[in-house]
């Protein structure tokens, strides 16, 4: 069996001044983009926690997904994250049982190097 991780994109803090409407289709658009990215288990929007009580169906979160995905495609998984929001800051969180790793405020130049740091840093999870 493949060993995954589960892998949060988050885009929020770049998308403060983008109408609400048009956060909605960017994360619907990266959902479905990411779908076919190679190694993702699952693709899921992230439900709103302060969601009012009693309201009909979910309230999802704007510019914040969450993923499955095998250590083989993580890298490959976020090089397609930054691609699709060119200029946006992006936090990435891997995450492994009760165990996480967050990197933020990434800068494209840095995108190889940090990606290779968040692949180790998630085999290190995966295996503890």
């Known amino acids: 069996m493949t060993q995954t991780v589960w ?19 960017l994360t619907e658009t990266l959902f ?3 779908h076919g990215v190679d190694g993702v288990e699952a693709i899921r929007r992230v ?8 309201g009909m169906g979910a309230a999802w ?25 060119p200029g946006r800051p992006i936090e990435f969180t891997v ?8 990197v933020k405020n990434l800068r494209p130049a840095d995108l190889e190097a940090t990606l290779d740091k968040l692949v180790d840093a998630a085999k290190q999870l995966a295996e503890d």
Do not use: F, N, Y
């Open 95 to 102: 995450k492994a049982g009760d165990r996480a790793v967050t």
């Open 47 to 54: 439900a709103d926690p302060d969601a009012p009580v009693g």
């Open 61 to 85: 979160l704007w510019s914040i997904l969450t993923t499955e995905i095998t250590l083989d495609g993580l890298k490959t998984l976020g090089r397609e994250a930054q691609a699709r929001l």
């Open 7 to 25: 892998l949060t994109i988050d885009w929020r803090e770049s998308a403060g001044a983008i109408p609400d409407a048009q956060q909605e289709a």
């Open 32 to 34: 479905r983009d990411l």
